[in-house]
């Protein structure tokens, strides 16, 4: 194994893209797997946790690492791309040793690990050689001082610590999309998620719930007190809180909604009462809303939101008064591309497409994927029997109902080489 370097450290190895011998990337680093055994002998490093294409985990042994240097990581492309399992042997760096309580007798430090170096020892192995530990601080904002030491100098890396947080993981987490969070989480172990889910904060955790598989986000959610759960229900879409309450047992689902703010419980048992597979069913109740004295520069200013996800800011939805859902009569609906070819100062209402056709909420799933792709859309809305609109459905809410409920799961498509991880 040629390398470019020989001490490296976890945390700044992950999210490092990985190269097959032609310089074309196959996925990322997403962690580090170790036989931690002692707390004397350096643990060898087995490998690396890879994200490839469709969110998928897979195993990636030292063996088929051929380079390592500050920004990249070079394989010799023969992987295997089954799902990574981990073993009851083996220890994720980041996912499990991150925020563990250690001590260094020599200097009497207690504090918290918030990194580890592995190294490439003579006889071409990767060892977990220096632990980076951070003492806590003196206060709120102060950071305690930091400390690097060898392996063999800490104490309380082999042994469980209950009390084990989550705040130097959820740092990690904090700088990934929510569907690459969501991921990360949906492989660590369970002691881990759970103590992940509890400190996260609530928006945070919303956004990562909702690229979770559902019987993920039924078992995380259940691990929380339900004024919290509650909090993190309303901070989700209304669709994705639906989706996920229609899982619950029928006893926590109602006690959760009547823990909710009035109107986001309304929303969401307005949408749950319709079938699943329909467009009723799929729609958010929250597009971009606007009256008929709307300017294009309002318009803009709502759909420029970042917050705003990309789909719902392809179209705005001009409607009379009262415009929340569900509305007065819908009068149309306005593309973001024309919208930027207008004045904007002019009114919105003269650039709405007044001859695209409304879903009604009883269609199928099938119905609105031939009306999306019909007429080239990314939302259509939803209108009930007096043209007032009900919501919109989105592509990528069409996605997630389409798609098998294991897509997450779903093999790339790539034929498995090289040495197995199972």
Not at 46 to 75: C, H, N, W
Not at 131 to 143: D, H, L, M, N, Y
Not at 323 to 335: K, Q, S
Request: hydrophobic fraction near 40%.
């Amino acid at each position: 194994m040629s390398t470019a370097a020989t001490r490296v450290y976890a945390a700044r190895l992950v999210g490092l893209p990985i190269f097959d011998p032609q310089g074309d990337q196959v996925g990322k680093v997403r962690d580090i797997v170790a036989a931690v055994r002692s707390e004397v002998n350096q643990p060898r490093v087995l490998g690396l946790v890879a994200e490839v294409f469709g969110r998928r985990r897979i195993f990636v042994p030292m063996t088929r690492v051929t380079t390592i240097d500050s920004g990249q990581v070079y394989t010799t492309g023969l992987l295997n791309m089954r799902r990574f399992e981990q073993r009851p042997t083996e220890t994720l760096v980041i996912g499990q040793m991150l925020d563990k309580t250690v001590s260094i007798p020599t200097s009497g430090v207690t504090g918290t690990v918030f990194d580890v170096a592995l190294e490439q020892a003579r006889t071409r192995d990767w060892l977990l050689s220096r632990v980076a530990v951070q003492e806590p601080g003196s206060t709120f904002r102060r950071r305690g001082q930091t400390h690097v030491v060898a392996w063999s100098e800490v104490t309380g890396l082999t042994t469980p610590d209950q009390s084990q947080g989550a705040t130097l993981l959820i740092a990690q987490l904090a700088e990934m999309k929510p569907a690459d969070a969501a991921s990360t989480i949906h492989d660590l172990p369970q002691e881990r998620r759970s103590a992940v889910v509890e400190a996260m904060d609530l928006e945070r955790l919303a956004d990562v719930l909702e690229e979770l598989p559902p019987e993920d986000q039924v078992e995380l959610l259940g691990h929380l007190d339900p004024e919290r759960a509650a909090d993190v229900l309303e901070e989700m879409s209304a669709d994705d809180a639906a989706d996920l309450i229609a899982d619950l047992p029928p006893d926590r689902a109602a006690a959760l909604l009547e823990l909710m703010e009035s109107e986001e419980a309304e929303d969401v048992r307005r949408l749950m009462s319709y079938p699943e597979e329909t467009a009723g069913g799929m729609m958010t109740p929250e597009p971009v809303i606007l009256g008929p004295d709307a300017t294009v520069a309002d318009a803009l200013a709502h759909v420029r939101n970042p917050d705003l996800p990309v789909s719902l800011g392809a179209m705005v939805y001009v409607c009379r008064q009262p415009l929340e859902t569900p509305t007065g009569r819908l009068l149309g609906c306005a593309h973001i591309q024309r919208l930027l070819r207008e004045p904007p100062s002019s009114l919105a209402a003269a650039a709405i497409d007044a001859e695209l056709d409304a879903l009604r909420p009883e269609a199928s799933i099938v119905q609105v994927a031939a009306h999306l792709a019909t007429y080239n859309l990314v939302a259509a809305p939803v209108v009930d029997d007096q043209g007032r609109l009900l919501g919109a459905v989105t592509v990528d809410d069409l996605l997630d109902h389409m798609l098998p409920e294991n897509w997450r799961d779903l093999a790339t498509g790539a034929q498995p080489t090289g040495t197995s991880h199972g």
